[in-house]
């Protein structure tokens, strides 16, 4: 089925450890979005890109870095993990322009930090 | 103050009572969405509105542009419709990604 596809689904990490988050889209959207979900905290966006080869921070950026080196996959890495990274992590991506379209969200991905 | 607030952020109801949650946005906007999320799961995209009511099925979104806030309804609620529910904005300029702000959500129980 066409949609956001996010890997892993959970891991756990230790302190100053590293890894990568990706994102894979099969809908040809432009826009990809890496956002976080903490409890009592609405969706905090940490990255997006708006084509392939582009990246722009967002609201939460640090501790985290990304690429968009193909159209359909956008990575999320944690170079040196910290607790206060903990959270549940979601993809999501829209297609460009002003017009009525809806985001598609991946399923997440929680990520657990000791 | 958060630009979308949401009320109320927990909610109980009965098999069949009608449940309404409200949002409301303190910036200019273009879109509106209506999302959920149930327990483990993933977000689900309910709702866009930009004006007026949209309907599907037991769920109604309506928007107030002027008044600046949205309410969803969802008619004879059932169990299965315990979710969280996510009001997000678009802001009112094609800049910056199309980037949505989100509420913190509603956690709707409905017990048999």
């Known amino acids: 089925n066409a949609g956001v596809t996010q890997t892993p689904k959970f891991r756990v990490l230790k302190t100053g450890q590293s890894m990568t988050l990706l994102c894979a889209q099969d809908m040809n959207h432009e826009y990809m979005y890496w956002y976080r979900q903490d409890p009592g905290m609405g969706l905090r966006l940490i990255h997006y890109s708006v084509g392939e080869g582009t990246t722009a921070k967002g609201e939460v950026p640090d501790g985290y870095n990304v690429s968009r080196l193909k159209k359909q996959n956008f990575l999320l890495g944690l170079e040196s993990a910290a607790p206060s990274q903990t959270s549940v992590y979601f993809c999501a991506s829209r297609k460009a322009g002003q017009g009525d379209y809806g985001y598609t969200f991946g399923s997440g991905t929680r990520l657990t930090v000791v | 103050k958060n630009e979308v607030e949401q009320s109320p952020q927990n909610l109980t109801a009965q098999e069949g009572e009608f449940i309404t949650i409200n949002c409301s946005y303190s910036?200019?906007?273009?879109?509106l969405h209506w999302l959920q999320q149930h327990p483990g799961g993933g977000i689900v995209s309910l709702f866009m509105l930009s004006s007026g009511k949209k309907k599907h099925g037991r769920l109604i979104a309506t928007i107030n542009i002027q008044e600046k806030h949205s309410s969803l309804h969802i008619t004879a609620s059932h169990p299965r419709d315990s979710a969280v529910y996510i009001c997000a904005v678009k802001g009112g300029k094609e800049t910056s990604g199309s980037r949505l702000t989100f509420g913190e959500g509603t956690q709707l129980t409905v017990n048999p």
């Open positions: 910036v200019g906007i273009s879109a």
